[in-house]
Every structure is written in C-alpha cells, then in structure tokens.
Nanobody, 110 residues
C-alpha cells in the first residue's frame, strides 16, 4: 500500500494550491479517503474527506475555500485549496484512516 502526495509548496496569502494523492496497492474505490494536516508542535487536524456514502466533509476552517475530489479510475484524490491563509501552513497528509502518505509541506507566507 502506498499513498504519495504532491503539489505542496510556498504560496502567498490569498493564493491557491492543488494537492494530489496517488494511491496504489489496494482497491482505491472501496476506501474512504481524506486529507489531514499537522502544524509544527500541534496535533493532527482533519481537513476534509469522504464519507462512506460518497458525501464530503470539511473542517470549519476550510469550508468555502477547499474542495476535495477523487478520480477512482486514476486512483487519485485531490484537494483544491483557494484563498490560502498563513494558518493553513502545515504538512498535509493523504490517508484512508489506516494508511497514510508521507505528507507534503504547504507554506503560506508573504
């Protein structure tokens, strides 16, 4: 099982980034997937994800700015992040709840 995130980087406040997660080694379409993040010295925050019925959830801090999506045919999951704020700075992880990627750094700074 492997989850590989990409798309992180440095962006100015108000900017956008699109994170991608490529999954392999399991039946992607059968799994609930999500994104979480962790700031240095802080706990893990559930950012966004899919429920079993395919509906989505978002942390209050990301509603209206982030959009999660997935492409089961490509074993890919995405997180479109708009109107980024300095407080969005964190390592972002793709996960199934059991399996986790290595994370990608997102830094929002001028």
């Amino acid at each position: 099982v492997q989850l590989v995130e990409s798309g992180g980087g440095l962006v100015q406040p108000g900017g956008s980034l699109r994170l991608s997660c490529l999954a392999s080694g399991f039946f992607f379409s059968d799994y609930v997937m999500g994104w979480a993040r962790q700031e240095p010295g802080k706990g893990l925050e559930w950012v966004s994800g899919f429920y079993m019925n395919g509906s989505t959830y978002y942390a209050d801090s990301t509603k209206g700015r982030f959009t999660i999506s997935r492409d089961n045919a490509k074993n890919m999951m995405y997180l479109q992040m708009n109107s980024l704020k300095p407080e969005d700075t964190a390592v972002y992880y793709c996960h199934t709840g059991v399996y986790w990627g290595q994370g990608t750094q997102v830094t929002v700074s001028s």
